[in-house]
């Protein structure tokens, strides 16, 4: 702060938070005003025109919001007014209804005095508001590895039932030789930008998302992806145009203003959504080929090629034979679909990670044949063909308990002894870490608490 004296106006109707910060202001040289209310604040902002004012969010007679768009509205008259809401709501949805009614900075109450100081200080010699995030990049430190964020198909169940192969909806994250890859949006996102924001705190990042399908269960969580939210981050969506309009009108339209409170286009992180005309592309080092399934509307697979081996994501996929002959199809539609399968096995073969749609056994598959799914039977069968080294099971589905999917990784595991394979077979699972190795070394999995 230069030596000529600054004024701040508190305006807060909780008369001791501010009397207790003007008087620590008072002590470190601010000349300080107060104000109970919005309206009487906005009247002494006009005739003090102070350069700092902060102002409590929720206040009887003009709230904050109204506050900060009264300021705007007459920033001539003051033009070096700054304003700081403090709220005791955390709120991100308030933060940015905030920032668009004009506010210079915003602050969660318990307010600490040093930080407030500093950020006054700032805002009142023209400096903003100090925010540091773009001057630290987070960098993903080499290796492979991936981390299953949610394993389960339609609709999010959490409850004692599914703890131990988790509830949350389709989301997997990838790091691999220096790229951060989330395989689709669904709940598992939400905790994974939380975690993605405690490992880098104040980092700026730079990922890809890449969507298979819109469909709810693969892009309801990332409204709630918390690293979207930081204008320092760059967040690239990559998929497909879809059956009925383009990726980026189906994403943006899930977050119009009936379904949520914040537009995409509100989102301050950096979004660019980009639709794939190719079916093989590169994210930086790592090659991609996609491929398209049966699934109804437009769904791919994706297949990464990193330096540890490949990784193949097909969470949505109907096997075509079993589909043909459920469907009473001809001898000529069978061999056809043979063919499709065929095409897909090429597709994964020699896969180091096989990430499959496995939702129902052939019993349930009887009575939901056409919904776009695979029995893990087929799917199994389909690995040890392709000479995948390890399989997960994956899109588990919502009324499928902890129980049942154990006892499903059983029956798996019997059919590659029956049939001497060396495959290897799990159960994707909520907070399960599979490193992947250089070649010659064993898979090592780690199981991580995915609570932040
Ligand atoms: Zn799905
Ligand atoms: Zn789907």
């Given at each position: 702060m230069d030596s000529e004296v600054k004024t701040v106006l508190v305006i807060d109707d909780d008369s001791a938070?501010?009397?207790?910060?003007?008087?620590?202001?008072?002590?470190?040289?601010?000349?300080?005003?107060?104000?109970?209310?919005?309206e009487n604040g906005f009247q002494i902002t006009l005739k003090e025109r102070p350069e700092v004012v902060l102002c409590d969010l929720l206040m009887p007679r003009g709230n904050?919001?109204?506050?900060?768009?009264?300021?705007?509205?007459?920033?001539?008259?003051?033009?070096?007014?700054?304003?700081?809401?403090?709220?005791?709501?955390?709120?991100?949805?308030?933060?940015?209804?905030?920032?668009?009614?004009?506010?210079?900075?915003?602050?969660?109450?318990?307010?600490?005095?040093?930080?407030?100081?500093?950020?006054?200080?700032?805002?009142?010699?023209?400096?903003?508001?100090?925010?540091?995030?773009?001057?630290?990049?987070?960098?993903?430190?080499?290796?492979?590895?991936?981390?299953?964020?949610?394993?389960?198909?339609?609709?999010?169940?959490?409850?004692?039932?599914?703890?131990?192969?988790?509830?949350?909806?389709s989301c997997v994250e990838v790091r691999a030789d220096g790229q951060l890859i989330i395989l689709d949006a669904g709940t598992g996102i939400r905790p994974l930008g939380n975690a993605l924001e405690k490992e880098f705190p104040g980092q700026s990042l730079d990922f890809t998302i890449l969507i298979t399908h819109t469909h709810w269960d693969h892009i309801q969580g990332f409204p709630f992806f918390l690293p979207a939210y930081f204008p320092s981050n760059t967040v690239r969506i990559v998929g497909f145009e879809g059956a009925r309009r383009g990726l980026?009108?189906?994403?943006?339209?899930?977050?119009?203003?009936?379904?949520?409170?914040?537009?995409?286009?509100?989102?301050?992180?950096?979004?660019?959504i980009r639709e794939l005309a190719d079916l093989d592309f590169h994210i930086g080092p790592v090659r991609v080929r996609a491929?398209?399934?049966?699934?109804?509307?437009?769904?791919?697979?994706?297949?990464?090629?990193?330096?540890?081996?490949?990784?193949?994501?097909?969470?949505?996929?109907?096997?075509?034979?079993?589909?043909?002959e459920n469907v009473g199809a001809g001898q000529p539609d069978i061999a056809y679909a043979a063919e499709?399968?065929?095409?897909?096995?090429?597709?994964?073969?020699?896969?180091?990670?096989?990430?499959?749609?496995?939702?129902?056994?052939?019993?349930?598959?009887?009575?939901?044949?056409?919904?776009?799914?695979?029995?893990?039977?087929?799917?199994?069968?389909?690995?040890?063909?392709?000479?995948?080294?390890?399989?997960?099971?994956?899109?588990?589905?919502?009324?499928?308990?902890?129980?049942?999917?154990?006892?499903?990784?059983?029956?798996c595991r019997e059919m590659v002894r029956v049939a001497g394979s060396p495959l290897i077979v799990e159960a994707a699972r909520e907070g399960l870490t599979v490193e992947l190795s250089v070649a010659g070394t064993p898979v090592r999995l780690e199981v991580a608490d995915v609570s932040v």
């Open positions: 938070f501010r009397q207790a910060v003007a008087e620590w202001l008072r002590l470190r040289g601010w000349r300080v005003l107060e104000a109970s209310d919005g904050g919001f109204k506050y900060c768009r009264q300021v705007r509205e007459n920033r001539l008259r003051m033009p070096l007014t700054k304003v700081v809401v403090t709220t005791g709501s955390g709120y991100m949805a308030d933060r940015l209804e905030a920032e668009e009614s004009g506010a210079d900075g915003y602050l969660v109450k318990p307010v600490d005095m040093e930080s407030l100081h500093v950020l006054l200080n700032s805002l009142a010699n023209g400096l903003g508001t100090g925010d540091q995030r773009t001057d630290k990049v987070g960098s993903i430190p080499p290796g492979v590895s991936l981390k299953f964020w949610g394993v389960r198909g339609s609709v999010p169940v959490p409850g004692p039932s599914t703890v131990e192969f988790g509830g949350n909806t980026e009108r189906t994403l943006l339209s899930q977050m119009e203003s009936p379904y949520f409170p914040i537009s995409m286009r509100e989102m301050p992180g950096n979004i660019a491929e398209f399934l049966n699934h109804p509307g437009i769904c791919t697979g994706y297949r990464l090629f990193t330096s540890a081996g490949s990784i193949s994501y097909l969470p949505d996929v109907e096997l075509f034979r079993r589909f043909r499709k399968d065929e095409r897909l096995r090429e597709f994964i073969a020699g896969s180091e990670i096989l990430i499959f749609d496995g939702q129902y056994d052939v019993e349930e598959y009887r009575s939901h044949v056409g919904w776009g799914h695979s029995c893990y039977e087929d799917v199994v069968e389909l690995a040890m063909q392709a000479g995948v080294k390890r399989l997960f099971i994956f899109h588990h589905d919502p009324v499928h308990d902890d129980a049942w999917v154990r006892s499903m990784v059983d029956r």
